[in-house]
């Protein structure tokens, strides 16, 4: 008789879109506790219509460039005003002023603030309506309990009044670390330890361990921008500010892109805007769409050539995806790129200028007579096992 193969219960695998079996292609936090993930070398490439010469030869998108006003027109539409933004900025760094002063009392033995560091689409100037915090990364020397971080908000909030009477700020504990709110904003305190720190922690007594890793990880995401905003012109960061909103705008509305995390929508816009033939930049319109047409074509998909995290060098961006986020997210940007070929309805409608509110990634649609559907899964349970689907003798 036949025996089905037994099937692995970790990381459990797909029959991804775009390409034969994949599992995660990169390993898990490396520098920051034990992520492991299934290692698969890159066995094919993928097809990026932006860089091709010769396939395809005149069809290119000519009209990508008259979008250009527009989606920074929808960008500026997306721009908190600046007053909001300079109560945004005040706020925080009354919360940064009150930890740096914890800082230097140590008042909390307990906790022990090592260092205090902005970040953030605040600090990055590509925050949207749909933000009204700040986030502030608070490394700490010790290993953070929930108790401990309730106390270091509650020393926060203290010394906040201690230097304005009238504040009204309250802490609010949470997974990451700590909500510091008052009508004035709010500002997220990410707490964080040293990486060498991470095998320590005990489940269920301090933070998750995972939280505190992507906390880390948004002090150098932060510190990355810096670097790169001392080398590129105005334009370019003006430009790039308006493709990280509307693509945020985006991953808002469509529901497959809300697995991407904010990071990993940066640095694709940078890379999609950036790195063009010959290392050419691309008009705006361009690294738009380009942005749907990569995820589409599996750049993120397990086995496909990686684009490395440049702030964590043993990490692809999208690590942090399950199996059957990545397909679901291929999967509704093989339909958002489907809907940029019907032409500049399309394009709006995937903008946000024009068109139904309705995901577009969820919902069947019809242009010029053309009906467009969902993309249909192709992840599941057990796929990437050896032997999935086959039988062995017993």
């Given at each position: 008789m036949a025996k089905a193969v037994n099937k692995k219960p970790y990381f459990r695998g797909s029959r991804l879109r775009g390409g034969r079996n994949r599992g995660p292609n990169g390993n898990g936090a490396g520098d920051f506790g034990n992520f492991d993930m299934p290692m698969f070398p890159p066995v094919r490439g993928v097809y990026d219509y932006s860089l091709d010469k010769a396939n395809l030869q005149g069809t290119k998108n000519t009209t990508d460039p008259a979008f250009e006003k527009e989606i920074m027109d929808r960008a500026a539409n997306l721009t908190p005003p600046q007053e909001i933004r300079d109560k945004l900025r005040e706020f925080g760094e009354k919360v940064i002023k009150a930890l740096e002063l914890e800082k230097t009392e140590k008042t909390l033995e307990d906790v022990g603030v090592e260092s205090v560091a902005h970040v953030g689409s605040f600090v990055m100037d590509t925050c949207t309506h749909a933000s009204d915090k700040s986030d502030v990364v608070v490394q700490i020397n010790t290993l953070p309990s929930f108790e401990t971080v309730a106390a270091l908000g509650k020393k926060v909030v203290e010394n906040m009044k201690k230097a304005d009477p009238k504040d009204t700020s309250v802490s609010l504990p949470q997974k990451y670390g700590v909500n510091i709110m008052s009508p004035k904003g709010k500002v997220r305190i990410l707490v964080t330890i040293k990486p060498t720190d991470a095998d320590k922690l005990e489940p269920g007594l301090h933070l998750d361990s995972r939280v505190l890793m992507f906390n880390c990880f948004a002090v150098r995401h932060s510190n990355w921008f810096q670097d790169v905003k001392k080398k590129m012109s105005a334009?370019?960061?003006?430009?790039?500010?308006?493709?990280?909103?509307?693509?945020?705008?985006?991953?808002?509305?469509?529901?497959?892109?809300?697995?991407?995390?904010?990071?990993?929508?940066?640095?694709?816009?940078?890379?999609?805007?950036?790195?063009?033939?010959?290392?050419?930049?691309?008009?705006?319109?361009?690294?738009?769409r380009r942005f749907f047409e990569i995820i589409a074509a599996g750049m993120l998909l397990p086995k496909a050539p990686v684009i490395i995290d440049p702030t964590s060098p043993q990490h692809r961006i999208g690590f942090d995806m399950t199996?059957?986020?990545?397909?679901?997210?291929?999967?509704?940007?093989?339909?958002?790129?489907?809907?940029?070929?019907?032409?500049?309805?399309?394009?709006?409608?995937?903008?946000?200028?024009?068109?139904?509110?309705?995901?577009?990634?969820?919902?069947?649609?019809?242009?010029?007579?053309?009906?467009?559907?969902?993309?249909?899964?192709?992840?599941k349970e057990g796929c990437m096992d050896p032997g999935y689907g086959k039988t062995v003798a017993v």
């Open positions: 334009d370019f960061l003006l430009e790039f500010r308006a493709l990280v909103r509307v693509l945020k705008a985006a991953r808002a509305r469509f529901h497959d892109f809300q697995h991407l995390s904010v990071w990993s929508v940066q640095y694709l816009a940078f890379y999609c805007l950036l790195n063009g033939p010959n290392r050419q930049k691309l008009s705006l319109g361009t690294a738009f199996l059957a986020q990545m397909d679901a997210l291929c999967m509704g940007a093989q339909t958002i790129v489907r809907i940029f070929a019907t032409g500049n309805d399309g394009y709006r409608a995937i903008l946000g200028t024009h068109g139904s509110p309705a995901d577009l990634t969820q919902t069947t649609t019809t242009w010029k007579g053309v009906e467009i559907r969902p993309s249909v899964k192709a992840f």
